[in-house]
T-cell receptor, first 112, second 112 residues
Framework: DQQVKQNSPSLSVQEGRISILNCDYT??????FLWYKKYPAEGPTFLIS?????DKNEDGRFTVFLNKSAKHLSLHIVPSQPGDSAVYFC???????????FGAGTRLTVKP | DAEITQSPRHKITETGRQVTLACHQT?????MFWYRQDLGHGLRLIHY???????NKGEVSDGYSVSRSNTEDLPLTLESAASSQTSVYFC???????????FGPGTRLTVL
């Protein structure tokens, strides 16, 4: 049973435009959410996170939005750059039982 | 610089063989994790450890075991490799109470 879902396996955008990656979760015990970025033949690297007490967190070109009532979060990349082309994993963490679950990932391609 | 390494990076083995994948981190993190990454499933937790002598089963632990004799290492053993265990394996670590995990570069395992 997938508690964290990324329903878009792939996304293609033009350089300079906005990339929006979406993630849904089912378990209301999740309290902290993270996005990881993964290049081929490398391990995932942490990108940005958000606590459930916030609805937005911004770090440079990357912004994560959280809608708790909808159990939905999204990652916005503005402007998108070719170097952003990677697989992005959404993760949700439940501190009560130290449970971390990952989505299946979305492959982002940014075209020059 | 602190880091997390995995060895080997690539391994081919035969069904029924015992295989051990190594993971070593120099961050002095208490928490260590093993995941497998398969298409359509994202990262799934196999086993995890919150300290020396502590090990716990994750979402997909059948056929795998781990041991934690020191802070730095968490080897993953496939007791009798099966073709279904062909995957890319990632080790990760995090500080005590922390949710951000740092990942190794991965081991691609093929079971023939």
């Amino acid at each position: 049973d997938q508690q964290v879902k990324q329903n878009s396996p792939s996304l293609s955008v033009q350089e300079g435009r906005i990339s929006i990656l979406n993630c849904d979760y089912t378990n209301s015990m999740f309290d902290y959410f993270l996005w990881y970025k993964k290049y081929p033949a490398e391990g995932p690297t942490f990108l940005i996170s958000i606590s459930s007490i916030k609805d937005k967190n911004e770090d440079g070109r990357f912004t994560v939005f959280l809608n708790k009532s909808a159990k939905h979060l999204s990652l916005h990349i503005v402007p998108s750059q070719p170097g952003d082309s990677a697989v992005y994993f959404c993760a949700a963490f439940a501190p009560a039982n130290n449970d971390m679950r990952f989505g299946a990932g979305t492959r982002l391609t940014v075209k020059p | 610089d602190a880091e997390i390494t995995q060895s080997p990076r690539h391994k081919i083995t035969e069904t029924g063989r015992q295989v051990t994948l190594a993971c070593h981190q120099t961050w002095n993190h208490n928490n260590m994790f093993w995941y497998r990454q398969d298409l359509g499933h994202g990262l799934r937790l196999i086993h995890y450890s919150y300290g020396v002598q502590d090990t716990n089963k994750g979402e997909v632990s059948d056929g795998y075991s781990v041991s934690r004799s020191n802070t730095e290492d968490l080897p993953l053993t496939l007791e009798s490799a099966a073709s279904s265990q062909t995957s890319v394996y990632f080790c990760a670590s995090s500080r005590q109470g922390g949710s951000e995990q740092f990942f190794g570069p991965g081991t691609r395992l093929t079971v023939l």
